[in-house]
């Protein structure tokens, strides 16, 4: 059983930067790509960001774009989630999931394991 679990998660100022962590443990396999989603206070769960574990290339929501980057270590299975000049719109639970599958997905329908979400909360 492929297991996302996210880490760092916490409460910033506006302008701060926070970096979450996920691991992905259990049976893994080279071809996963993985993806953070949020959901905002009261808001559906949206895409963030997401990296192919093959080419590495990576996409972003629109709202993050400029401000979040999503990398990997393939050595420790562990993906990484840099947020820089947080917002107060920022606040959210965000999960880490992983996609069983070697390409670049946005939808959470492509994702097949979930991690239980990391609170970020960002006062102004």
């Known amino acids: 059983q492929v297991r996302p679990v996210e880490a760092g998660g916490g409460m910033v100022q506006a302008g701060d930067s926070l970096r979450l962590s996920c691991v992905l443990s259990g049976r893994t396999f080279s071809n996963y790509s993985m993806g953070w989603f949020r959901r905002p206070p009261g808001k559906e769960r949206d895409f963030v960001a997401a990296?192919?574990?093959?080419?590495?290339?990576?996409s972003y929501a629109d709202s993050v774009k400029g401000r979040f980057t999503i990398s990997r270590d393939s050595a420790s299975n562990t993906v990484y989630l840099q947020m820089s000049s947080l917002k107060p719109e920022d606040t959210a639970v965000y999960y880490c999931?992983?996609?069983?599958?070697?390409?670049?997905?946005?939808?959470?329908?492509?994702?097949?394991?979930w991690g239980q979400g990391t609170q970020v909360t960002v006062s102004s």
């Open positions: 999931a992983a996609a069983g599958a070697g390409g670049l997905y946005r939808r959470a329908y492509d994702y097949h394991y």
């Open positions: 990296i192919a574990w093959g080419d590495h290339s990576t």
